[in-house]
């Protein structure tokens, strides 16, 4: 499999553990670097050689090195976690996936979706920023993460769709963070642990269904390179 924006390499080392190869993306050569030092940590029984890696940005993966592209196209192109939202335009990343993926592949991609109840609901507490900042589609939000400042975009599924184009096949949305808090109410899961693991669970009981696989912190969509 293929990761994109694959950060400190958490996932990548996951799926190692689990016998999947693996070769991880990130434009940052720090991050890079950590995924170096976690390959290095790994046991000698975690398949450590199913783990490779590149400093790379994800419209650039025409670039990835030709000893790390099996010859019958990857099983799974896959992002976590908003990576993507970082770039205005997916079609600069999703051009490249049909030389990448196998007949049959499939993109796993977690992006932040234009609606976020929890945020909207910060508008009672006066915190109108976070409560709308989603909603300007013609314009991106700045983002601050440990000292670095960037643009965030939100995309629906269906732009995501749009973006894939026709030789891709919807085959599963998933909400994540729709009835559990996001990150940002980090205190909630101490104050109310009993509440916070049932919306937790709502999240996996309802999160498939429409509408509500379209909203929430976060989106997580599957689909298939249907080779049309």
Same mark, same amino acid.
């Given at each position: 499999?293929?990761?994109?924006?694959?950060?400190?390499?958490?996932?990548?080392?996951?799926?190692?553990?689990?016998?999947?190869?693996?070769?991880?993306?990130?434009?940052?050569?720090?991050?890079?670097?950590?995924?170096?030092?976690?390959?290095?940590?790994?046991?000698?029984?975690?398949?450590?050689?199913?783990?490779?890696?590149? @400093?790379?940005?994800?419209? @650039?993966? $025409?670039?990835?090195?030709?000893?790390?592209?099996?010859?019958?196209?990857? $099983?799974?192109?896959?992002?976590?976690?908003?990576?993507?939202?970082?770039?205005?335009?997916?079609?600069?990343?999703?051009?490249?996936?049909?030389?990448?993926?196998?007949?049959?592949?499939?993109?796993?991609?977690?992006?932040?979706?234009?609606?976020?109840?929890?945020?909207?609901? @910060?508008?009672?507490?006066?915190?109108?920023?976070?409560?709308?900042?989603?909603?300007?589609?013609?314009?991106?939000?700045?983002?601050?993460?440990?000292?670095?400042?960037?643009?965030?975009?939100?995309?629906?599924?269906? @732009?995501?769709?749009?973006?894939?184009?026709?030789?891709?096949?919807?085959?599963?949305?998933?909400?994540?963070?729709?009835?559990?808090?996001?990150?940002?109410?980090?205190?909630?899961?101490?104050?109310?642990?009993?509440?916070?693991?049932?919306?937790?669970?709502? $999240?996996?009981? *309802?999160?498939?269904?429409?509408?509500?696989?379209?909203?929430? $912190?976060? *989106?997580?969509?599957?689909?298939?390179?249907?080779?049309?």
């Amino acid at each position: 499999m293929l990761e994109l924006n694959a950060g400190t390499g958490d996932d990548a080392v996951f799926f190692v553990q689990h016998g999947r190869h693996v070769h991880a993306t990130d434009l940052a050569e720090g991050m890079i670097s950590v995924i170096a030092h976690k390959q290095n940590q790994l046991p000698a029984d975690a398949h450590l050689g199913n783990l490779s890696f590149q @400093q790379l940005s994800f419209t @650039q993966l $025409d670039q990835i090195h030709p000893a790390q592209r099996p010859a019958q196209g990857y $099983d799974l192109v896959f992002s976590n976690f908003g990576g993507l939202n970082c770039h205005p335009d997916l079609s600069a990343i999703t051009r490249h996936l049909p030389a990448l993926l196998r007949r049959d592949g499939y993109v796993v991609w977690v992006i932040m979706p234009p609606i976020c109840p929890w945020e909207l609901a @910060q508008a009672a507490r006066g915190q109108f920023k976070t409560a709308f900042r989603r909603l300007h589609a013609s314009r991106s939000t700045l983002a601050h993460v440990e000292g670095a400042y960037f643009h965030t975009h939100y995309f629906s599924p269906k @732009q995501v769709m749009q973006a894939l184009g026709p030789q891709f096949s919807l085959r599963q949305l998933q909400s994540i963070g729709l009835f559990s808090p996001p990150s940002f109410l980090e205190a909630f899961p101490r104050r109310l642990p009993r509440l916070f693991h049932w919306l937790c669970r709502q $999240d996996e009981n *309802v999160g498939r269904s429409w509408p509500f696989n379209r909203m929430g $912190d976060y *989106v997580m969509l599957t689909a298939q390179y249907t080779h049309v």
